[in-house]
């Protein structure tokens, strides 16, 4: 084990390449750090490699060139079990067992990791709590809720074992915009309270610039360029000014129609 | 009327041979079970495996029945008794829609659930135990269904190697041309084959994940 220097970065990816076995490229050349208690938003179009990014942290994949650190330790050389279950984990699509409860859902690596029934028990009332959920919803099976209802789940199932490191890819995707705007704000507020450091996954700017400490621009397996919120909306790069420019016109179309 | 009669008169004999028929039928089932299963949950693993296991199970269940207890017969201590015989045999045959169902049931489980789980830190034994296989039960359970049904109808011709079951019935009977001793041994195998059919089909249904 090699000693944590205390203000190094929390995720470490230093000139990591990942190609698939037929010797496509998927990342190239990608380096970036992540700070402790930091939100560092992966931001890109779809298919430019931000999932990919994200599985490289917990080892769902491994690199096939450079390295990956987590809190400074090789995650190629770490027990992989240990370091996923150190890290929480919301995937693209939910993924909630279908043949469990909300609560064993959530009490899942509790469970696995021998805490007592009881303690299982309060953590996921807990949780339900803190990603606003009525208690009564612990006996349904994932079926029986919206899909908001089963993004909190989600959320709640990757805090479980309050792990420091928190991957959530597109984690508010699939519900309208309104769900989305509130599952947001509750985001930050619970940012401010446990502090962890998250890897947050997006394509939608607006998310990125409000949930970010920072922007991580992605596109075509690279990694274009690295951003606070505010440089960002003033960046000279053609890529983010694209961005802007969009996500921008977007915006100010929607409110001249009225007027017009 | 005569069947009625004949079935009243014989009772204890059709009771004895049903049992034994159960007997081969369940054994040889439990037996798939405890290798089928395994041997699917490898296939779905680790593809190389996939093309020899489920290419083995095919190519037996393209043997004649008879000619598979022949070919059974030098085994040693397999060979030296007819009911060891016919279970292997029925074991061998039933094989084939375990696997493939297990296989097809893990295959089918979605990938994101997968994912999930091993994203969360389950090793492969909890992922297969505590995700796989509860998901894929019940497509699991319709390959039992189909061996059971298929085993009951192939135990019959264990008979002709002396194993017993309903079979003994069906081969006096058509020694002696005699009709009653032929449905003896019909009727209560199809009442076997139906009754597994419909019982396995309920606990599928039960068990079908939401
Ligand atoms: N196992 C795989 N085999 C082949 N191609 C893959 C595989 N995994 C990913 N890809 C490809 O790699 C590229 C990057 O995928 P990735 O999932 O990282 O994109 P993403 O940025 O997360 O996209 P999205 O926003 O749509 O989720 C895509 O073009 C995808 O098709
Ligand atoms: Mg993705």
Redesign the pocket.
């Known amino acids: 084990m090699e000693t944590i220097p205390a203000n190094g970065p929390v995720i470490d990816f230093r000139d990591v390449v990942y190609t ?1 076995p ?1 010797g ?1 490229p ?2 190239q050349n990608l380096n970036l750090q992540v700070q402790g208690g930091e939100t560092l938003v ?1 931001l ?12 490289l942290i917990n080892r769902l994949l491994t690199p096939s060139g450079g390295e990956v650190r987590v809190n400074g330790a090789l995650t190629a050389e770490n027990d992989v079990i240990r370091l996923r279950r150190s890290i929480g984990y919301v995937i ?1 699509d939910v993924g909630l067992f279908p043949h469990f409860t909300v609560e064993r859902n959530i009490g899942l690596v509790p469970r696995i990791e021998g805490w007592p029934a009881e303690r299982i028990q309060l953590r996921v009332e807990e949780l339900l709590q803190l990603v606003r959920l009525d208690s009564q919803i612990a006996s349904r099976y994932p079926h029986q809720l919206s899909g908001g209802q089963r993004q909190r789940v989600g959320v709640a199932r990757a805090l479980a074992a309050d792990p420091a490191i928190l991957l959530m ?2 984690p508010f995707g699939a519900v309208d915009a309104i769900t989305r705007d509130q599952l947001q704000r509750e985001f930050l507020s619970l940012q401010q309270r446990l502090n962890k450091t998250v890897v947050f ?1 997006t ?1 939608d700017l607006r998310e990125a610039l409000r949930l970010g400490s920072r922007i991580a621009l ?1 596109e075509a ?1 690279r990694l274009v360029t690295v951003l606070s919120p505010q440089d960002f909306l003033r960046s000279s790069d053609p890529l983010a000014a694209a961005y802007v420019q969009a996500f921008g016109e977007g915006l100010d179309s929607a409110a001249n129609r009225g007027t017009s | 009327m005569n069947v009625f009669y004949f079935f009243l008169q014989h009772h204890e004999e059709i009771l004895d041979l049903t049992l034994e028929h159960l007997w081969l039928v369940g054994i040889s089932t439990l037996l798939a079970v405890l290798i089928g299963i395994p041997l699917g949950i490898v296939s779905a693993h680790w593809p190389v495996w996939n093309k020899p296991i489920l290419g083995t199970a095919n190519i037996i269940q393209t043997v004649p029945s008879l000619a598979l207890f022949g070919f059974l017969l030098p085994v040693p201590w397999i060979g030296a008794r007819a009911d060891r015989l016919a279970i292997l045999a029925l074991t061998l045959y039933a094989l084939l829609p375990v696997i493939r169902n297990t296989y097809t049931g893990i295959r089918g489980v979605d990938p994101s659930v997968v994912e999930a789980g091993r994203g969360m830190g389950l090793t492969d034994r909890q992922l297969v135990f505590q995700v796989e296989l509860p998901l894929a039960v019940s497509v699991i359970l319709s390959g039992v269904r189909v061996a059971v049904v298929v085993s009951v109808g192939l135990a019959t011709i264990a008979a002709a190697i002396g194993a017993g079951g309903l079979g003994e019935f069906i081969f006096r009977g058509l020694a002696m041309v005699n009709n009653e001793l032929i449905l003896a041994g019909a009727i209560p195998a199809a009442i076997l084959a139906l009754s597994a059919d419909f019982g396995l089909g309920w606990l599928e249904r039960r068990l079908r994940p939401r």
Do not use: A, I
């Open positions: 698939l037929n496509q998927l990342l992966l890109g179009r779809s298919g430019s490699g931000k999932t990919t990014t994200l599985k693209q890819d597109e996954v394509h992605m397996g």
